[in-house]
Every structure is written in structure tokens, then in C-alpha cells.
């Protein structure tokens, strides 16, 4: 049994519009689990998935922030309560230490072992180092869990996965060491990474980089980045395997406002995990529920 979380930075759940890049952009392989794109006209239980509509507010007035929003998604705590605010960027720091002890990645450890997918070069690390940029909730919580840090290396074989999910940034980076590969082959290769772990996190903050217009990627390539993603993965997982998808909050889903949204935001589930995470209402449910898919019988 594998656990796939995918997650996806800045999208929210809503209707179709021409604002809305998840309605003006096909999405075959979506469309094929769910009956439709990514929207909150597919919210409910299909043949081979699971779509849910699940609140990142917590009833706190304000936008819903990415801080206090992966915080809960990842340590399945309330952390816009416990701040009593919504906080931007990064954790706050005293909710860290939480975030690295109840993690879904440490608390996979209890019924076998859990990696991060992703792919991180000497120029992350030197930023963190000299302090240009901060450590995210991801990064946090693969360290509380103690797993190992994947790289340039890793990217090349096919063992990791870089954040923009086709590795054009890290092939500008390393143009002899990486090359660009196909949406659909890196899930591909995420469900083949997935399938030696309980759990394995992989995070793309592209649609909140796109959403915020701090990327000239079109957004209907983004969409269809993600749709291929799925489907690579899906057409890869053995039966036993589960996806999770899910956001920390709206934004690229309303592109005429690069501001964040108040949307629910989605959580589409296929396979097993199905059972277990129907009852999911809003986003620091979902590590419990996972932790829940994660015990044996």
C-alpha cells in the first residue's frame, strides 16, 4: 500500500468561467475520473475517484494563506486557531516544531517509511544557508521525519521530481545533467517512486507562482502540466495504491485577481483512500484521515 500526496499550491474549487483556467483548458485524464475538469460541478463520488470541496478559511476573516494553510494540511492542526490569524509564506514559528513531530511524513514512519519526491540542487541549500529564502512546511516536515533529501542526481534518473513538474527550471540550471521530460511521464515516475514507501509527498507551487503573475507560463499549460500529472500517475498505481490531491488555499483558479480567493479548495482522492477520506470537511482533517488510510487492519 502507497499513499501518493500531491500537493498543489494556490488552486481553489469553483464554477466554470472564463477566468477559470481549469474550465478553458481540456483535462482528458481528469475528465476521465471525475466526468469533467477540475470543478465544483464534479464534487462528489465517481466510478474510479472521489472529488471533495474542503474549507482552507476556518471561519478567520481574511484570505486563507499558504503559512498557516500548509501548516494544517501537512500536521492536520488547526493553525489558523492556534495564531488566530491567517499568515503568509511560512509557518509560524511557534507551530514548527508540531509540524515537523505530526507531519503525515512522520507519522508514516510508524507503519513503514515516507519520502519527499522532490528534487532540490546546491543552490536551494546555499539559499537556505545565507538566509536569501526560508525553509516551506514541506521542507519542515521532510526534516522532522528525518527522510533524505533528494537531488540533481535523483532528477536525472527519474527518481525525483522537480516543483514545475516538466523540469525546464532545473535543465535551464543543469542543461547537462537534466533534461525536460513530459508531465505525464513524471507521474509516471512518482507512482513508480511511490510504490517502495507508505507515503510520498510531492509539492508544485507552480500554479500559485502563475496565479500570483510572478510566471509568464500560460496557465492553460499549467493545467494541462497537472492533467497529465494525474493521468501519469493513475495509469501507473497498483491497486492497492491511493492519489491525494489537494491545495492550500485559492488563487490560480481566478486569474483576473492575483490575489488569494476564499474557495473551498479540492481534494480528489483515487483508490482505497477513498473510504476513509469521504468525511474530510475542511484541510486539517486530511492528515488524520490519512494516518487512518495508513493503519493496517
Known amino acids: 500500500m502507497a499513499i501518493i500526496f500531491v500537493f498543489i499550491d494556490g488552486i481553489g474549487l469553483t464554477t466554470a468561467s472564463n477566468d ?12 476521465s475520473l471525475i466526468g469533467g475538469p477540475l470543478l465544483s460541478d464534479a464534487v462528489g463520488q465517481h466510478r474510479q475517484a472521489l472529488l471533495l470541496a474542503v474549507d482552507a478559511c476556518f471561519s478567520v476573516p481574511g484570505l486563507p494563506q499558504s503559512g498557516t494553510g500548509q501548516t494544517a494540511l501537512f500536521a492536520g492542526i488547526d493553525a489558523v486557531g492556534l495564531v488566530q490569524r491567517h499568515q503568509s509564506h511560512f509557518p509560524p514559528t511557534a507551530l514548527q516544531q508540531t509540524l515537523r513531530e505530526r507531519s503525515v511524513l512522520r507519522r508514516a514512519l510508524v507503519h513503514g517509511s515516507s519520502t519527499f519526491a522532490n528534487a532540490f540542487d546546491g543552490g536551494f541549500w546555499e ?65 513508480r517512486l511511490a510504490q517502495g514507501h507508505v507515503m510520498t509527498l510531492y509539492e508544485t507551487f507552480l500554479t500559485d507562482l502563475v496565479g500570483h503573475g510572478r510566471s509568464n ?33 485559492g488563487n490560480f483558479e481566478c486569474q483576473s485577481d492575483p490575489s488569494h480567493t476564499r474557495n473551498p479548495v479540492p481534494l480528489l482522492v483515487v483508490g482505497p483512500a477513498c473510504d476513509t477520506l469521504h468525511e474530510v470537511r475542511d484541510i486539517s482533517n486530511i492528515a488524520d484521515a490519512l494516518e487512518r488510510v495508513m493503519r493496517p487492519e
Do not use: C
Open 127 to 191: 539559499a537556505i544557508a545565507t538566509r536569501k529564502i526560508r525553509k516551506s512546511a514541506s521542507v519542515i516536515a521532510a526534516e522532522g521525519a528525518d527522510v533524505r533529501f533528494r537531488g540533481i542526481a535523483e532528477l536525472a534518473t527519474g527518481q525525483a521530481l522537480s516543483w514545475d513538474i516538466t523540469n525546464d527550471v532545473m535543465q535551464a540550471r543543469h542543461p547537462d545533467r537534466v533534461q525536460t521530460i513530459d508531465a505525464y511521464d513524471a507521474g509516471v515516475n512518482l507512482a
Open 217 to 249: 507560463i500560460d496557465a492553460g499549460t499549467v493545467v494541462t502540466r497537472i492533467d497529465r500529472l494525474i493521468g501519469g500517475i493513475v495509469a501507473t498505481m497498483r491497486p492497492q495504491d491511493s492519489l491525494v490531491m489537494s491545495s492550500d488555499h
Open 20 to 31: 477559470n483556467p481549469f474550465a478553458t483548458t481540456a483535462m482528458p485524464y481528469m475528465q
